[in-house]
């Protein structure tokens, strides 16, 4: 259609500074799954809600990663944003290829950082210091605050590291790979500092940070969650109350999966 309507046609969708369609690649806990094409301006709330059906289980936006491995996350507070280039970056995010993943309620912010480092560090090229060395650094970081080890210092050498990187990287992907860090330090400071101050995880995701237990008063004893425990860390004669040695249970959460009676739940230690 754009080569046959011309630039101009084109240019009437849009906003100023951000003519045209773009397509999205809408992903994660939300309703309508798939590829949008949509007028550039458009709101997040409007691409999440109308087009997007909203997040399933009647359960809470809490953000969403634009732009693919390297952008970054905006939390709830800013979803009538207008989607446009310059917005998106006041943001601290990108538009990039247009990946759009929305998370819920049950996202950790910290986890999600960094599992999208975790992609960054392996598609280095090594060519520069800054990006070879430095977000390899940041991930060994991560890794200790969502073990309960990180401290207040580990996150400020997170914050420092990140800027660095993105100021003396020499490609696109050293200078925008630590954006999912500084974002979520940026919007979703809380759940950093319950990791390092509390040794909990909001929203009990990090495993090391987390106990599956089993509610005595509501188990019937129907075996289910024994059944599908992969490495038997779950006891209990058939009728009778269940229970989880947590120096076995992996915290997979396939006896939550089972449970059809609400006996099971994560709980921080």
Not at 12 to 21: F, I, K, L, N, P
Not at 194 to 199: C, D, L, T, W
Request: net charge neutral.
């Amino acid at each position: 259609p754009i080569i046959i309507n011309g630039g101009e046609w084109f240019s009437q969708y849009g906003v100023e500074g951000s003519r045209g369609t773009k397509v999205f690649a809408l992903a994660g806990n939300v309703k309508n799954t798939g590829l949008v094409e949509v007028p550039m301006g458009i709101t997040l709330r409007k691409l999440i809600y109308e087009i997007g059906g909203g997040v399933p289980g009647g359960k809470k936006l809490k953000a969403i990663q634009t732009g693919g491995p390297s952008g970054g996350c905006i939390p709830l507070e800013l979803i009538d944003t207008p989607i446009t280039y310059d917005n998106m970056k006041k943001l601290g995010t990108i538009i990039g290829s247009g990946g759009m993943i929305v998370m819920d309620e049950d996202s950790c912010m910290v986890d999600v950082a960094k599992y999208f480092l975790e992609f960054t560090v392996e598609e280095s090229c090594g060519q520069c210091t800054p990006c070879r060395d430095g977000t390899r650094r940041m991930l060994e970081i991560l890794e200790k605050i969502t073990e309960g080890e990180g401290s207040m210092n580990d996150l400020q050498l997170l914050k420092d590291l990140g800027e660095n990187i993105m100021a003396t990287s020499l490609c696109g992907l050293g200078q925008t790979a630590p954006q999912p860090v500084i974002s979520t330090m940026r919007y979703f400071w809380d759940e950093y500092e319950a990791h390092v101050k509390q040794g909990k995880c909001p929203a009990k995701k990090c495993k090391t940070l987390m106990r599956v237990v089993i509610d005595k008063e509501k188990c019937v004893g129907c075996t289910a969650c024994a059944r599908v425990c992969p490495v038997d860390a779950i006891s209990g004669s058939v009728r009778k109350p269940h229970e989880i040695d947590p120096e076995i249970c992996t915290r997979c959460g396939s006896c939550l999966a089972v449970c059809r009676f609400g006996a099971i739940s994560k709980v921080s230690p």
